[in-house]
């Protein structure tokens, strides 16, 4: 399911926009931006669920409990998905 993927990485670089003491340090400004902009992508991922969306990720996105959607979201993955799988923030 590419829509539990792309929410996955956005969540992914979300956080570490939000853990990035340097980038805050070096310019607020354009990290609170860039932390921003990631929020909206966020948002929008979550907006375009689709109807078989499982009910609980549907519930933590709503909620903006990100932290659980993640989780749930790396929970759900195959070994092979996992195995495979490369943060998107390149951490």
């Not at 860039?34 to 669920?49: P, T, Y």
Request: proline share 4%; aromatic share 6%; hydrophobic share 45%.
């Amino acid at each position: 399911m590419a829509y539990q993927a792309q929410i996955r990485d956005a969540l992914t670089v979300m956080f570490a926009l939000m853990e990035d003491r340097a980038g805050f340090e070096k310019d607020a400004d354009a990290q609170s931006r860039r932390l921003g902009d990631q929020l909206q992508l966020v948002e929008k991922l979550a907006h375009g669920l689709p109807e078989d969306a499982p009910d609980m990720l549907r519930h933590f996105l709503e909620k903006r409990s990100y932290a659980k959607a993640l989780e749930l979201l790396m929970d759900n993955m195959t070994p092979e998905e996992r195995a495979a799988w490369k943060p998107a923030c390149g951490h």
